[in-house]
């Protein structure tokens, strides 16, 4: 029998590369860090996205407080820094004996220095870190790209995570960069009248390395599962907006009361809750990206 | 020695004039050479998305090293098809076996050895062209160290020195080009095109097919979904015909147009078209149609067609034009569509029924190829048709009334092609 070959067919197949990396059902975390990686690459490309951001950071860290501060410290009207100081006898009795300072512009400026901007320390990081979550899922899927995600040989874990990650990075950030900032700021300005740097204080500290990357981690999550599940980022930037509203209410409440509250423990137990409820999120919020949805095709 | 050593910039190549385009290689038939190995079997898959039907009943097999052309309409479900072979769509109904794993199960185990492009290219606009690759390599475990391989792979495709700029800088070419650079970036065995070339000129267009060739030549298996029928001619070492979801008709492009028009096929011109109609008759005429640009014929050898011509001359018939006509897909495509019932709007394609008796498309009953309208066949008719007209006995005799919804084996003529058959006979 004869056995036709086609001319363009007879080269024998060429030997398969080696350069695979055996591929595995398991979770890779190189490949999770590739996903938030490029993620960041493309914010990083994106003025038109930290421009803005970095705005926002500037004016409630940087420009906001420096105003107040300056105008607390400086100013010539003396009864009014009085009448700002008896305000403060509305904050708890351990907050109000840890305020420092010998003159009444000292004891205020400390005050607003310490507990009057607590919020910030929420609201911005929450707001950087949303505004890239919700478009993180949906986005591929607008730009096509997650369909390249899709065929591509990262779980849906991997995905998930690496996007969360990556609208992580940004909001904690700013976190920390706003508040070294803040902290260089505050003690230039209110230092020399209470004697000496005292930013941030241990409660802070809780805060920021303790409080503050639970209830980031909590709200993405949350967020995530929405992008994922959105037609549009659009839609994905409303829907997370009402999520995250009542979130960052919380998250407000619960830093002031770690650095109003009369147990140093209380920053801890808050943090702890806030990380076990982080995780069940998380864990469940895998769940909510599937290759479908990357696709856009999902029922 | 690199799989990449000899490399061929697609944008020093010139698409060669339509006349030059090189034939496709000759394709084994299936009766002498050995069956090759399956990278992909679907089997009965089937797959809704909402109340749309996206797939039904598809049967599908890619063999290795060889270009598998999904082709169909819009709709057809090409691209769903390509989304259940690598996993990434878990169908409703049916078994997928892609180089045999389950892509659903072990998706893991077959999405790094496949290689896709879809419709859309899929590219990261903000970030450059490397950072593209790059961000694939990684994905697809080869490490960052691949500055080598990725400037190997940019250059085969004629982007290397677009690399450093953003993506979506890119003109739709040189994204398809990029796009096409990352799916061979991880030497992938199995690469999934779907359109490859949409929204490409003509030039990158024969550019990008001339790659997909290469590669196959390399021993990569390629799955293509077009719509386009002159880009899977030439192309196609096996085609899968789809609509609504499902597999219409397969095989290599050589061997269906022979299931449907076995006999040679030769297209006739004269000043007086009506005068070939005499040739409906003679032996060895299997089929004839007449319309107003000349006459078809399909003679059961072609060593016949010389004295068919002197035959011709003889009878005072001022040929124009004597053409020999290979079916093409298009051809291919359009009857098995009409036979399905599917919209054609080209009336050239509607003459090229099949003769193939015993051929009928999967799913579905053979519909009728032959039904005249008696009332226009009456009368000396613009379009005559004459089918199985040398075997048939009654081919002189037989009215077009008498023959309206006949099958494939039917013989429609009319009086004065009747007249010219006797004629000559």
């Known amino acids: ?299 | 020695m690199s799989r990449w050593a000899v490399t061929c910039p697609i944008q020093t190549r010139m698409a060669p004039p339509p006349d030059t385009i090189p034939t496709p290689p000759p394709v084994a038939a299936p009766n002498v050479a050995p069956a090759p190995e399956l990278v992909v079997e679907l089997s009965g898959i089937g797959h809704r998305f909402g109340d749309n039907q996206a797939l039904a009943d598809l049967d599908l097999t890619v063999p290795t090293a060889r270009i598998t052309v999904l082709l169909g309409p819009n709709g057809a479900g090409k691209t769903t098809a390509i989304r259940v072979i690598t996993g990434a769509l878990v169908p409703m109904t049916g078994r997928v076996t892609t180089f045999g794993l389950d892509p659903d199960a072990q998706g893991h185990l077959v999405r790094p050895r496949c290689g896709v492009v879809s419709a859309k290219p899929a590219l990261y606009d903000r970030l450059s062209g490397r950072d593209n690759l790059l961000y694939s390599a990684e994905l697809y475990g080869l490490g960052r160290d691949i500055d080598d391989r990725i400037d190997e792979v940019a250059g085969r495709f004629g982007i290397a020195d677009a690399l450093g700029d953003a993506v979506g800088g890119y003109s739709t070419g040189m994204k398809t080009r990029l796009a096409l650079a990352r799916s061979v970036l991880h030497d992938p065995e199995l690469l999934l095109f779907d359109e490859p070339t949409s929204g490409l000129d003509p030039e990158s267009s024969h550019a990008v097919l001339d790659l997909i060739r290469e590669m196959t030549n390399e021993g990569c298996t390629v799955v293509m979904c077009t719509h386009l029928l002159a880009e899977a001619e030439g192309l196609a070492d096996h085609v899968v015909m789809m609509e609504g979801g499902t597999d219409m008709i397969s095989g290599s492009p050589k061997e269906l147009t022979e299931q449907f028009w076995p006999h040679p096929i030769v297209r006739l011109q004269a000043e007086d078209p009506r005068l070939l109609d005499r040739v409906a008759g003679w032996p060895g005429v299997a089929a004839y149609r007449r319309d107003p640009a000349g006459a078809r014929l399909e003679i059961d050898d072609i060593g016949r067609l010389p004295d068919m011509i002197a035959s011709l001359v003889a009878d005072g018939v001022r040929l124009t034009r004597v053409e020999p006509h290979e079916p093409t897909l298009e051809d291919l495509y359009f009857t098995i569509r009409r036979q399905r019932g599917g919209s054609t709007e080209d009336p050239d394609h509607h003459a090229l029924a099949p003769v193939s008796p015993g051929w009928a498309p999967r799913h579905q009953p053979v519909p009728p190829v032959l039904d005249i309208d008696p009332s226009t066949s009456a009368s000396a008719p613009d379009t005559v048709w004459v089918e199985d007209a040398a075997s048939s006995t009654t081919a002189s005799s037989t009215t077009a009334s008498s023959t309206t919804g006949s099958s494939t084996t039917g013989t429609p003529t009319t009086a004065s092609s009747t007249a010219a058959g006797q004629d000559r006979t």
């Open chain 1, 1 to 299: 029998m004869t056995t036709i070959v086609p001319e363009s067919r007879s080269a024998s197949p060429r030997p398969r590369s080696t350069r695979h990396v055996a591929a595995t059902a398991q979770f890779d975390r190189h490949r999770m860090w590739v996903v938030t990686r490029t993620e960041l690459r493309q914010l990083i490309q994106s003025k038109d996205y930290w421009i803005p951001m970095v705005l926002l950071g500037s004016l409630f860290f940087l420009i906001i407080p420096a105003i107040l501060l300056l105008i607390i410290t400086r100013v010539g009207n003396i009864s009014v820094v009085q009448q700002a100081s008896q305000a403060l006898q509305v904050l708890p009795q351990a907050a109000q004996e840890k305020i420092q300072g010998g003159t009444p512009q000292g004891r205020t400026a400390y005050a607003l220095a310490v507990y009057l901007f607590a919020p910030v320390a929420v609201v911005v990081p929450l707001t950087i870190s949303t505004a890239v979550g919700a478009a993180s899922l949906v986005g591929e899927r607008e730009r096509g790209t997650g369909e390249f995600l899709a065929h591509s040989p990262a779980s849906v874990r991997e995905i998930y995570l690496g996007k969360l990650f990556a609208s992580f990075v940004p909001g904690y950030l700013t976190v920390l960069v706003g508040f070294g900032s803040y902290a260089l700021m505050v003690n230039l300005l209110v230092g020399p009248q209470v004697g000496g740097w005292f930013f941030p204080t241990p409660e802070w500290l809780v805060m920021m390395f303790w409080i503050i990357p639970p209830f980031l981690l909590l709200t993405l999550s949350l967020v995530l599962r929405l992008s994922a599940r959105v037609k549009s980022t659009a839609a994905a930037q409303q829907a997370s907006g009402l999520i995250t509203l009542p979130l960052i209410g919380i998250a407000y409440a619960q830093a002031t009361g770690t650095l109003m509250g009369t147990s140093a423990s209380t920053g801890w137990v808050l943090g702890a809750i806030a990380w076990v409820l982080a995780v069940i999120s998380l864990h469940r919020g895998v769940r909510s990206v599937t290759r479908n949805r990357l696709l856009g095709v999902a029922q």
